[in-house]
């Protein structure tokens, strides 16, 4: 019944089953970010470390990854710099709580599309999602 509930919403908000990476290595908020986006009908993968996140996207086509800035061993500027040499077209919104101008201006330079300081209200994560899949290139 959950499976026929979930597609019948996402047949009736006329959603494309985009698949969004999420890397942050807080579980909790991960996974509530995760939960969120599943109940919009898009198709969800998670990692919790920067050094998964290659392997994850040279294996699948993702159409937006949402990336922590703060990773244990790395910086997601780093991962959000290897992941745009892998997959050019991959759009990427940052979520952190050091976000500063800095941090902000290098991101949008490698190439991320939006970011979102922590703590964020969930409904402004979902329109900033929705926001970026509908000015997808095609």
Known sequence: MFN????????????????????????????????????????????????????????????????????????????????KQIRPKLRVMMISAYGNEYVKAKAKELGSVNFLDKPFDLKKLVRNVKKILANKKR
């Open 4 to 83: 026929y509930i979930w597609h019948n919403n996402c047949y009736k908000n006329n959603k494309s089953m985009a698949n969004i990476l999420i890397v942050e290595d807080d579980r909790d908020m991960c996974n509530v970010i995760s939960d969120i986006l599943k109940e919009e009908g898009y198709m969800v993968d998670r990692v919790y470390a920067a050094e998964s996140v290659t392997k994850k996207i040279k294996r699948k086509k993702y159409d937006l990854m949402i990336l922590d800035y703060k990773l244990p061993g790395s910086s997601g500027l780093t991962v959000l710099e290897e992941a």
